[in-house]
């Protein structure tokens, strides 16, 4: 099925309420989400398939921070999903990195990575370079760089497969972010022996596929969708004695 991008931004919105999400988590959560379906990233795939996660991470307190000083921030995402804990982190490290120049946050301990590119967007318009990578537990190993200039809503995207496997046995389930509001931070590869290019997402394939969503509508899967207006008719209140007498037009 199809529907408009305000629609799904909306209904978004309602479903992350009615979850437990405070109305300013709600907003950045259906932000996010939408982002990622209208340029054909599957942001919605990644919310049902994590819905638990999500449903669980919606009343947990908020992430914790290691760790901080003038440049660097480690903070705990207490195994929660981005759409909670991601918000916030950023926002520290824009912070950071608004008065030092560059940045750096790892978010440690956290889930449904993959839908932190569409806050990541949200920094790069206004003014940031940003740089974001994470590793999937996975064989063979793999990482994915996600690469914003400053005011562009377009990311470079790339999946790598990492020749060397580490070592220690630490799991990979966090976030390094730099930002820079005077470098450009767009990632390159070193060297063909030591990365195999598995994946990527160029700036006009992306481009081609949010204008394709706003034309046309955005697919969605009409279960997923029907989860989220479950959650949505959650924010509705029963009519009451009370709530009836206040309807209808003034006299």
Request: proline share 4%.
């Amino acid at each position: 099925m199809k529907v408009s991008l305000n629609e799904l931004q909306s209904v978004c919105r309602k479903a992350f309420v009615g979850m437990g999400f405070t109305a300013g988590h709600a907003d950045d959560a259906a932000a996010m989400v939408a982002w990622m379906q209208s340029y054909g990233l599957d942001g919605l795939k990644e919310l049902s398939e994590g819905l638990e996660c999500v449903v669980a991470s919606a009343t947990s307190d908020r992430p914790q921070v290691i760790y901080q000083d003038a440049d660097l921030a480690v903070v705990d995402g207490q195994k929660k999903s981005v759409l909670s804990s991601g918000n916030l982190a950023m926002e520290l490290a824009f912070a950071k990195a608004r008065v030092r120049g560059l940045a750096v946050i790892k978010i440690r301990h956290c889930r449904q990575r993959q839908l932190i590119m569409g806050y990541l967007s949200r920094l790069a318009d206004r003014g940031m370079n940003v740089t974001a990578f994470w590793r999937h537990s996975q064989s063979p190993l793999t990482e994915q760089v996600v690469g914003f200039p400053a005011r562009s809503s377009v990311p470079s995207i790339r999946v790598y497969e990492l020749a060397d496997t580490p070592d220690e046995d630490v799991p990979n389930d966090g976030i390094t972010i730099v930002m820079a509001n005077h470098v450009d931070l767009l990632p390159t590869v070193r060297s063909q022996d030591e990365y195999k290019l598995l994946a990527k997402h160029d700036e006009s394939d992306l481009l081609a596929a949010r204008h394709q969503a706003l034309e046309e509508g955005i697919t969605v899967n009409p279960e997923v969708w029907q989860q989220l207006k479950t959650f949505a008719a959650q924010t509705l209140v029963e009519a009451s004695a009370l709530s009836r007498s206040g309807a209808g037009p003034a006299e």
